[in-house]
């Protein structure tokens, strides 16, 4: 057979096509296309949100609208907020002077659906103490080239109770695109979530089942966390399955490039990791397909591998009680990223050799109070996967910091258990 | 003829252009124009109060892009607020007036001023509501708007500059973006805290709130060293603690408490907040997504330019700028204080 040589050109082409793909760009659609309206009509909506009555619905035409102030729903029960379709009402917040959100809501039962947000400066759509919230068809995006320049949530759900996300889109969030926060009861389905630095983070909630979602592009395409000091100060409770977690290996924007992290934990995730599972408690991941993620297609790590002090109330650092089976995997795209702590960590030190993409990894962290070694698995992290042997499992063990990382193939001890999570979204399933 | 101008129109023009109707004070809030409720007497814009309003002001004032504030209450004739378990309880019908204003030329501030808006926080059978006026050009009145609005707003400051500002007038549900305390919305400047203080204007010191007993307005204000007392953060011969406390406490705490809009932050800033963690010393951030810049503690102590707190304050950018709403310039003497705070914290 011939040889192939690649001229130089080419081969540098090829780096820089790799390199390319790191930073995604893409919009569902042009919507400068659509007709501006007024300031009048803009004007009307606003007070249409101020004046809203329980039980009505405010309908927003299609349009472009400009807003210079924020939409605040305040206290209202019953209420539908409804545009003319994802492609057709967009509520533009780029002119916002002031307002952490765009959007902001609390009441009880309402309902969000059929329109775009975008550019909002801080969040695009935030609902606090609500019960009762559903976000369907919903699309939060930044349209600024620069994505230094974009907001922090796309979705934002906090201190909510009963939250169903539907066939929503977010995309190029600065911090997660779909943020589900000390909330319970919650789904998050049939949605899209890319170019995000987190594509979809669910952080200490309670009884929460993301599935059927499509997360890619984004620097890590699922997260569970459970973060202390918070009132909300711990949470349990999340299925993540039969989601596509493809090709999670865009640049982490969260702080400028060429910058560190600073204290926010989003910005410590390495590009190329597909769920990560932080102080997470009670999860069970199946039926996902991981694919081509570079780093690593699912990471295991207590909050201990932050660096940030682990002493809180009412919260503990480990994760622990993970059941992880039936996922497909592909780690065929790419190197580990090199540009945060724990994707040097796994270029380095995982245990199938430099620069190896793997499919899990487990930081190692364990409540010595319940064991004196790991091999008892006291954190009961359960991998069920019929192809282990062919997968990249690395265990690694930073007991002796930084200077000292030792790592290890062996799932032995992770394997031949069972978690049971449970979770209950009967009560939402129909919202 | 019709001659149409492209510009947009000010809020003040808008206004200025309505016929000026006869509207009936008839007791259902609220009333379209501010001079149908009588507050004042005399030239609107001067705002001397009737004999029946009570002036007040909190020993520590939120900071407004520099803008002046007179504020009144009024409580209604043959009613009386009352003091209850450590709080004050206002009788319906309770209407709070603020006003914000701006002389030409901070050192003459008694000289000629412009008045920007009024806000009421008017108390009816379901709780608190909040309505935004919106003065005219003219300086004759003030029109309710819902939607809010904007102005520039043109002074010379305390150093003979002349300055700009941006004026932002908050929308009326952005009001409860601070008034709000568990969902329900509530006064600020008006508790126990803000207002236990003595006033030296006129001949002697006076408490405002024994004032206010004094006039039959108030009830239960037993003894006012039983109570708390936040100090006025202008004053230097506080100690620099107390004073930062104080600014934090009437800048931050209405959303930065346990019962606050910013509760999901876990960082509360009240003045009665113990837990070093709580006040963000060591703390990482939750949710400051871009406002966190580089750093990565709330405050870290003895490094004030490396805490988001400062940073926050420092900043005018939307999204990282903290009060989130209120204030579209920097408070440079605020940040001098939190600097020195912070400064001095181990």
């Known amino acids: 057979m011939r040889k192939i040589a690649f001229p130089p050109a080419l081969l540098v082409f090829f780096l820089l096509l790799i390199g390319c793909s790191d ?14 309206k007024s300031i009048e009509e803009v004007e009307h909506i606003i007070e249409a949100f101020i004046m809203a009555e329980d039980s009505s619905v405010i309908e927003i035409p299609e349009g ?26 967009v509520l533009s917040f780029r002119g916002l002077k002031t307002g952490g959100e765009g959007v902001k809501i ?20 935030k609902a606090q103490h609500t019960d009762g919230i559903v976000f369907r068809k919903i699309n939060v995006t930044w349209t600024n080239g620069d994505k230094s320049k974009n907001g922090t949530y796309g979705i934002y759900p906090v201190q909510c109770k009963n939250v169903v996300i539907d066939d929503c889109v977010a995309s190029h969030s600065k911090d997660a695109g779909i943020y589900v926060g000390q909330s319970e009861n919650i789904i998050v389905k049939n949605s899209l979530a890319f170019g995000n630095v987190a594509g979809i983070e669910i952080e200490n909630s309670d009884n929460a089942e993301v599935f059927n979602n499509v997360a890619r592009n984004n620097s ?9 000091g918070l009132p909300k100060s711990d949470g349990k409770g999340t299925k993540i399955y039969n989601n ?8 982490n924007f969260a702080t400028p490039i060429g910058e560190g992290p600073n204290g926010n934990t989003v910005t410590m995730i390495p590009p190329g990791s597909g769920i990560v599972l932080l102080a997470a408690k009670d999860v069970e991941v199946f039926g996902n397909k991981i694919l081509r993620n570079k780093t690593a297609g699912i990471a295991i790590a207590s909050y201990q591998i932050t660096g940030f002090p682990t002493d809180a109330p009412n919260w503990s650092p480990y994760t622990s009680n993970i059941y992880v089976h039936d996922n497909e995997y592909d780690r065929s795209k790419g190197f580990p990223d090199l540009t945060r702590e724990l994707g040097q960590l796994v270029s380095l030190y995982n245990a199938h050799g430099k620069a190896k993409t793997q499919d899990i990894i487990y930081d190692g962290f364990w409540d010595q109070n319940l064991s004196k070694t790991i091999e008892n698995n006291p954190m009961k992290i359960c991998i069920d996967e019929a192809k282990m042997s062919e997968l990249f499992f690395t265990l690694f063990d930073l007991s002796g910091g930084k200077e000292e990382v030792k790592s290890s193939k062996n799932y032995q001890p992770f394997t031949n258990c069972t978690v049971s999570v449970a979770t209950d979204i009967s009560v939402i399933q129909s919202l | 003829m019709a001659i149409f101008s492209c510009k947009k129109e000010t809020p003040e023009q808008a206004v200025a252009k309505l016929p000026v109707e006869e509207e009936n004070a008839d007791g259902n809030f609220p009333y379209k124009w501010l001079s149908t409720y009588s507050f004042f007497e005399g030239e609107l814009n001067k705002l001397y109060q009737n ?7 909190p020993a520590s004032s939120l900071f407004t892009d520099y803008a002046f504030k007179s504020r009144f209450v009024s409580i209604p004739k043959d009613s009386i607020a009352e003091i209850i378990d450590g709080e004050i309880n206002f009788p319906e019908g309770t209407i709070f007036i603020k006003n914000f204003y701006y002389p030409e030329d901070f050192r ?3 000289d000629k001023k412009r008045n920007i808006e009024t806000r009421l926080l008017i108390l009816g059978s379901t709780g608190w509501e909040a309505y935004p006026y919106i003065w005219n050009e003219a300086q004759t009145d003030a029109q309710l708007k819902v939607v809010g609005g904007q102005t520039k707003v043109k002074f010379t400051n305390l150093d003979g500059k002349e300055q ?41 010191p006076q408490n405002q709130l024994l004032v206010w007993q004094e006039k039959g307005k108030l009830i239960g204000f037993d003894n006012p060293q039983k109570y708390p007392s936040l100090i006025n953060y202008e004053d230097k011969n506080q100690t620099l603690n107390l004073r930062a406390r104080a600014y934090l406490d009437i800048n931050c705490a209405h959303c930065h408490n346990a019962e606050g809009p910013a509760s999901t932050s876990g960082l509360f800033l009240d003045y009665e907040e113990t837990d070093p963690l709580k006040l963000g010393l060591n703390k990482t951030p939750v949710a400051a997504g871009k406002g966190a810049g580089k750093f990565t503690y709330d405050i870290l102590p003895g490094k004030p330019d490396e805490s988001i707190l400062l940073h926050r304050m420092k900043s005018t950018e939307v999204g990282v700028a903290m009060p989130e709403i209120g204030r579209t310039t920097v408070h440079e003497e605020g940040i001098q204080l939190i600097r020195d705070w912070i400064l001095s914290l181990k």
Do not use: R
Not at chain 1, 26 to 31: G, I, P, R
Not at chain 1, 220 to 228: A, Q, W, Y
Not at chain 2, 51 to 57: I, N, R, V
């Open chain 1, 23 to 36: 930073s995604n760009h893409e919009q569902l659609f042009d919507s400068s296309k659509l007709p501006k």
């Open chain 2, 108 to 110: 003459k501030p008694e």
């Open chain 1, 220 to 228: 890590g395409g699922i997260l569970v966390f459970n973060l202390p």
């Open chain 1, 106 to 125: 609390v009441g009880n039962n309402i309902k969000i659906e059929d329109l775009t947000i975008e550019d909002a400066p801080g969040d695009g759509i």
């Open chain 2, 51 to 57: 004999s029946e309003l009570l002036e007040y002001s």
């Open chain 1, 244 to 251: 596509q977690i493809l090709e999670n290996n865009h640049k």
């Open chain 1, 64 to 89: 472009f609208y400009e807003l210079n102030t924020q939409l605040i729903l305040d206290n209202k029960s019953n209420v539908t907020i409804k545009g003319a379709g994802m492609m057709k009402t």
């Open chain 2, 164 to 204: 700009v500002i941006d004026y932002l007038i908050p929308n009326k549900n952005q009001c409860k973006s601070c008034h709000n305390k568990n969902e329900q919305m509530v006064p600020i400047g008006a508790q126990i805290k803000h207002l236990n203080w003595e006033k030296t204007e006129g001949a002697s």
